[in-house]
């Protein structure tokens, strides 16, 4: 609660740090971008000859209306789009960033964003940003990418291996930055097209600190009525998208219980107040939680995995530590779990006379379960279908796994979906956190396209 700020004054701050920053300066690195740009120019010069040869009128691109997908995809496709999607996703490979500490990945997306005319807000949960792109008016969309690495070691040797010791990309967040990026570019080409306003955010702290959170209380998700995010799956042929209505990830949450007693001699029981009975006997009541509280066809776990108290062969201990995990798929059973863990760890140790605080580390890791709004998964599928082809999409089952994202889907209606990158020859084959995980590039630029797209239907849909 600490990190909460009141509404009336995210308004304020948000307003205060909001700034059309017009593109002035680019950085060294990215130069070929103002190239970029201008190849964009030529191209959509390019477009409108050859809608005037084609002789249909009323739209502002060769396509039409009807031709978002040619457009979206041929815009994504380009050469240069494709190795810009490369070059930006491997520069922040090899930095990767921890959660809240993404300062360079963030400067790296400001520049990019300044490079293309997009405004933005700056910051934003620390050292997030949220960029707008289209008419500034209702309705609005938003689209969202995480931007943190995790401590792991990359076992993975290649070019662009992390230059950092203990830290890697390895859940792939340095893709859905970049394909963030080129849906904005996307997007920003084609902003004539937009019946609203998305919203692009960029995201500090999934893999710790809760950043979705965090961003919702600085005022992220003001006004906007739907928030779509992929997130790169080693499960899926590359590219292919995958999705389900209703719950997809887990919630996930941990607990920790100090259990007091009272020291005393061993030999002399009644002279103390033992938390190790205590504590013992919350573990085997928690265990009824589960296998008697819950509905059979409603997955749940809670597991205990730590129990410590005491040292000494002669000596009842002043108190003892157990601690574990729980999760559910279900919002409610989530939440249940988290009430009833609490309730029977501290009553079940009153029991025994012991007096018990528990712990639930809401404010760093406490995940509810990502629940995909039924008609925003529709539009995902729909969306995906269409761009890509029925053969490119795939229904998938609900995984044990855990994200953030289940902030924002908690507030309004939201998609959660994956994209693969699975690629034998290249061998991305690897599950995320794994030192070896690794991508297949080629999905850069139809994840910006998808992320595009699902937007920009979005608005035309609901606009
Ligand atoms: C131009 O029109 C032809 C025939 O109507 C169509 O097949 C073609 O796809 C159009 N080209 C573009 C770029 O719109
Ligand atoms: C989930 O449950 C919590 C606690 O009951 C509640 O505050 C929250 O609004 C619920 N979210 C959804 C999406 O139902
Ligand atoms: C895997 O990657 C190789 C090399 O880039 C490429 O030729 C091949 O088409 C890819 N396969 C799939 C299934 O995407
Ligand atoms: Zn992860
Ligand atoms: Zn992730």
Not at 202 to 208: L, S, T
Not at 270 to 299: F, G, K, M, T, Y
Not at 320 to 334: E, L, P, Q
Request: charged fraction near 20%; aromatic fraction near 8%.
């Amino acid at each position: 609660m600490a990190l909460m700020v009141p509404a009336l004054m995210q308004l304020v701050l948000l307003f205060l740090v909001s700034s059309g920053r017009r593109a002035s300066s680019a950085s060294s690195f990215f130069d070929e971008d103002i190239l970029l740009g201008s190849a964009f120019r030529d191209a959509s010069g390019l477009i409108s000859q050859r809608r005037e040869r084609n002789g249909s009128s009323g739209s502002k691109s060769s396509w039409g209306e009807g031709g978002w997908k040619e457009e979206i995809l041929w815009l994504a496709r380009r050469p240069e789009t494709v190795e810009w999607l490369k070059r930006l996703r491997r520069r922040i490979h090899e930095n990767p960033e921890l959660a809240y500490e993404e300062v360079e990945t963030g400067k790296l997306i400001r520049e990019q964003l300044d490079g293309m005319g997009v405004e933005y807000c700056f910051p934003v949960a620390l050292t997030g940003l949220v960029a707008t792109i289209g008419t500034g008016g209702p309705p609005f969309v938003a689209i969202r990418a995480d931007m943190d690495a995790l401590p792991i070691q990359e076992a993975v040797e290649w070019k662009h291996k992390s230059k950092v010791p203990g830290k890697m990309h390895a859940c792939g967040h340095d893709a859905h930055v970049a394909m963030l990026l080129g849906a904005a570019k996307i997007l920003k080409i084609r902003e004539h097209h937009l019946k609203g306003t998305v919203k692009l955010l960029f995201q500090p702290a999934e893999e710790a600190g809760i950043g979705a959170k965090r961003m919702i209380e600085d005022g992220a998700l003001m006004d906007v009525e739907a928030i779509f995010a992929v997130h790169v799956s080693h499960e899926h042929p590359t590219s292919v998208i995958g999705s389900r209505a209703g719950p997809l990830l887990a919630g996930c949450g941990f607990f920790k219980a100090v259990i007091r007693g009272r020291e005393g001699h061993a030999g002399n029981p009644h002279h103390s107040v033992d938390p190790i009975l205590a504590a013992s006997a919350a573990v085997i009541s928690l265990q009824n939680i589960v296998s008697r509280e819950a509905n059979p066809l409603d997955s749940q776990v809670v597991s205990v995995a730590s129990f410590n108290g005491g040292d000494d062969l002669d000596l009842i201990p002043d108190s003892v530590i157990i601690a574990g995990t729980f999760r559910a798929f279900s919002n409610a059973s989530f939440y249940q779990l988290r009430q009833r863990i609490e309730e029977v760890i501290i009553q079940q140790s009153s029991v025994y006379r012991c007096t018990t605080s528990v712990d639930f580390f809401e404010q760093e890791r406490f995940y509810p379960p990502t629940v995909n709004d039924e008609f925003m998964n529709e539009h995902v599928k729909k969306v995906a279908i269409d761009l890509l082809g029925p053969e490119n999409y795939k229904i998938v089952p609900p995984m044990m796994g855990a994200e953030d994202f289940s902030f924002y889907s908690e507030v309004i209606p939201a998609a959660f979906f994956y994209i693969g990158i699975r690629n034998e020859t290249l061998g991305s084959t690897y599950t995320g956190h794994s030192p070896y995980f690794m991508i297949d590039e080629d999905v850069l630029p139809i994840g910006a396209a998808v992320h595009a797209a699902v937007a920009e239907r979005y608005l035309i849909e609901h606009g």
